[in-house]
């Protein structure tokens, strides 16, 4: 894991104990779509899959990219 990687898994885990359980879904999505638009590497974006709250966030980003492409096409 990287230096960035590790920075952003230890953020998350710490900022996730102060959002209520019922918001988590939705400022994970906010967190992965900012780290996106700030350019984040594909496996620090990866690495930052360490609950499933995150797992679905980064999830979702990538099947809307996924989809952009498709309709690119």
């Keep these: 894991m990287s230096d960035t990687s ?4 230890q953020f998350w885990q710490t900022i996730k104990e102060y959002i209520p359980q019922k ?6 999505d906010h967190v992965v779509n900012e780290l996106v638009d700030l350019g984040i590497s594909d496996s620090d974006l ?11 966030a980064i999830s979702e980003h990538i099947e809307i990219e996924e989809s952009d ?5």
């Design 6 to 9: 590790d920075l952003l898994v």
């Design 23 to 28: 918001d988590r879904q939705m400022a994970a």
């Design 46 to 56: 990866h690495a930052l899959a360490v609950d499933r709250v995150m797992e679905n």
């Design 69 to 73: 492409e498709d309709f690119d096409e």
